[in-house]
């Protein structure tokens, strides 16, 4: 027996996760001979460097350490709840301006977690403190959580969107097909803006969601919560669509919780998420979780997050949103010039930073020519480019691998694919589309 290849000692999740998920395993392929000046990533979920406010974390830095009356033992271990000056300043964020529509009186029903290491750790809590069993989500999938619930022992049931989110008489439909199968939903994961199309969920299919968890727990007789990862929603750039309501305000039954996180709006390096619901075991349980996984956020950077939101959150958002809404536009101006031709359709453009093409009949997965041409893997020279001097690749996110493989939406998956214009420049985005338009070309003329 050699520790390599063994792996009897691991436990499910161990055994599953020490085959890399095909999206790392693509990325870490992409990342190792990345050349920073030829090739252009539209893979990532990266935020835009330039959104970053550098000089706003210095001086909230400074601030933080020279008030330890206000901000007591920064350097320190916190609590596992969250720092108590940073749960205030989000309860006040989301008031003072009028987040979601949530009012005091709402608020003060809810208690405010701050989790471990950004939203996906809260995400990562909730998969342990529940039971194991069917986790309803809308296809296209967030794949990377899906596929670490799958990996944790979960089901995982996507019920395809339309252009306001998750289908929900197409899910009235599933559940009525699963029939005795409904008593193992454990819980629903939804995304406001979806990753990975930027579909905003409507207001009315939020309150129909928590309506339908509402009825499953009452037939079943336990409590099926419904998350909502609003991750992007801060992003929301296009001036024409609803403004979203917070799916706590229709919560009778106390089965509605919003994950937020300030990585989009501030730096991901911070890894500031939060949780706002019904006090209660799910909650304490995610405290608990908290101390588990390394006691508290670091304190230092929940303070100065905290000093940053008191102070410039609106006119922060304010520019994030300018920025995004202008590269937004001019990519879709590309999408639609170069490659109208060859698409069905295309998701994205009102909120986040990915738009979402599907080709009439273009495949874009990892074995498909599109794909060869674009990470010049063709064998061809002539498309790839000399050894040592490869032509200029761009890095995607296959459809393929955002559908969810048991869902309805499995072949046109072959033909979308996700394109970020949040990390690259104008000018680095104008020439991706111009590639990918080659790499249509291309696929065509191997037919
Ligand atoms: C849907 C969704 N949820 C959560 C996250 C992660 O947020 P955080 O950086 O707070 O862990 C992301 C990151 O891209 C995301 O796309």
């Given at each position: 027996?050699?520790?390599?290849?063994?792996?009897?000692?691991?436990?499910?999740?161990?055994?599953?996760?020490?085959?890399?998920?095909?999206?790392?395993?693509?990325?870490a392929?992409?990342?190792?001979?990345?050349?920073?000046?030829?090739?252009?990533?539209?893979?990532?979920?990266?935020?835009?460097?330039?959104?970053?406010?550098?000089?706003?974390?210095?001086?909230?830095?400074?601030?933080?350490?020279?008030?330890?009356?206000?901000?007591?033992?920064?350097?320190?271990?916190?609590?596992?709840?969250?720092?108590?000056?940073?749960?205030?300043?989000?309860?006040?964020?989301?008031?003072?301006?009028?987040?979601?529509?949530?009012?005091?009186?709402?608020?003060?029903?809810?208690?405010?977690?701050?989790?471990?290491?950004?939203?996906?750790?809260?995400?990562?809590?909730?998969?342990?403190?529940?039971k194991?069993?069917?986790?309803i989500?809308?296809?296209?999938?967030?794949?990377?959580?899906?596929?670490?619930?799958?990996?944790?022992?979960?089901?995982?049931?996507?019920?395809?969107?339309?252009?306001?989110?998750?289908?929900?008489?197409?899910?009235?439909?599933?559940?009525?097909?699963?029939?005795?199968?409904?008593?193992?939903?454990?819980?629903?994961?939804?995304?406001?803006?979806?990753?990975?199309?930027?579909?905003?969920?409507?207001?009315?299919?939020?309150?129909?969601?928590?309506?339908?968890?509402?009825?499953?727990?009452?037939?079943?007789?336990?409590?099926?919560?419904?998350?909502?990862?609003?991750?992007?929603?801060?992003?929301?750039?296009?001036?024409?669509?609803?403004?979203?309501?917070?799916?706590?305000?229709?919560?009778?039954?106390?089965?509605?919780?919003?994950?937020?996180?300030?990585?989009?709006?501030?730096?991901?390096?911070?890894?500031?998420?939060?949780?706002?619901?019904?006090?209660?075991?799910?909650?304490?349980?995610?405290v608990?979780?908290?101390?588990?996984?390394?006691?508290?956020?670091?304190?230092?950077?929940?303070?100065?997050?905290?000093?940053?939101?008191?102070?410039?959150?609106?006119?922060?958002?304010?520019?994030?949103?300018?920025?995004?809404?202008?590269?937004?536009?001019?990519?879709r101006?590309?999408?639609?010039?170069?490659?109208?031709p060859?698409?069905?359709?295309?998701?994205?453009?009102?909120a986040?930073?990915?738009?979402?093409?599907?080709?009439?009949?273009?495949?874009?997965?990892?074995?498909?020519?599109?794909?060869?041409?674009?990470?010049?893997?063709?064998?061809?020279?002539?498309?790839?480019?000399?050894?040592?001097?490869?032509?200029?690749?761009?890095?995607y996110?296959?459809?393929?691998?955002?559908?969810?493989?048991?869902?309805e939406?499995?072949?046109?998956?072959?033909?979308?694919?996700?394109?970020?214009?949040?990390?690259?420049?104008?000018?680095?985005?104008?020439?991706?589309?111009?590639?990918?338009?080659?790499?249509?070309?291309?696929?065509?003329?191997?037919?």
């Amino acid at each position: 027996m050699t520790m390599d290849s063994d792996t009897g000692f691991l436990s499910q999740y161990g055994r599953l996760s020490a085959e890399p998920s095909p999206v790392a395993r693509m990325m870490a392929a992409f990342a190792a001979d990345f050349r920073d000046d030829v090739d252009i990533n539209l893979g990532v979920g990266y935020v835009n460097e330039n959104t970053i406010p550098r000089a706003l974390f210095e001086e909230a830095l400074h601030e933080v350490l020279a008030n330890p009356r206000k901000y007591r033992v920064a350097l320190n271990y916190g609590g596992p709840a969250g720092s108590e000056n940073l749960i205030e300043s989000i309860r006040r964020f989301h008031l003072d301006h009028g987040i979601g529509g949530l009012t005091d009186d709402v608020l003060a029903r809810k208690r405010i977690i701050v989790g471990p290491n950004g939203a996906t750790s809260l995400l990562e809590g909730i998969a342990h403190v529940l039971k194991p069993g069917i986790v309803i989500t809308a296809d296209p999938i967030y794949y990377i959580y899906c596929n670490f619930l799958e990996r944790l022992g979960y089901q995982v049931q996507a019920v395809a969107e339309d252009e306001q989110g998750l289908d929900t008489d197409r899910l009235e439909a599933a559940l009525r097909d699963m029939g005795d199968r409904r008593r193992h939903i454990r819980f629903f994961y939804v995304v406001t803006v979806n990753n990975p199309t930027c579909t905003v969920l409507s207001n009315e299919r939020r309150r129909r969601l928590v309506e339908i968890a509402a009825r499953l727990s009452r037939e079943s007789g336990v409590a099926i919560p419904v998350f909502f990862d609003k991750a992007y929603e801060h992003l929301l750039h296009d001036p024409e669509v609803e403004s979203p309501r917070s799916a706590l305000l229709y919560d009778e039954e106390g089965l509605a919780y919003e994950i937020g996180t300030l990585s989009k709006i501030l730096a991901p390096a911070l890894r500031i998420g939060y949780m706002i619901g019904p006090p209660g075991p799910l909650m304490k349980a995610m405290v608990q979780k908290t101390s588990d996984a390394g006691f508290s956020a670091p304190l230092v950077n929940q303070e100065i997050a905290g000093y940053l939101l008191d102070r410039y959150v609106a006119e922060q958002i304010r520019k994030v949103n300018a920025g995004y809404r202008e590269k937004s536009a001019a990519t879709r101006q590309w999408i639609d010039s170069d490659l109208g031709p060859w698409l069905a359709g295309c998701r994205g453009g009102s909120a986040g930073f990915y738009y979402y093409p599907t080709f009439q009949s273009i495949e874009t997965h990892e074995a498909s020519a599109f794909f060869r041409f674009l990470s010049r893997t063709t064998g061809d020279p002539a498309v790839d480019g000399a050894a040592g001097a490869r032509n200029p690749r761009v890095a995607y996110i296959p459809g393929q691998i955002c559908v969810h493989r048991q869902g309805e939406l499995v072949d046109v998956g072959r033909r979308q694919l996700r394109l970020s214009y949040g990390f690259e420049d104008l000018p680095r985005i104008r020439q991706a589309i111009h590639l990918i338009k080659e790499a249509a070309e291309y696929a065509a003329s191997m037919r």
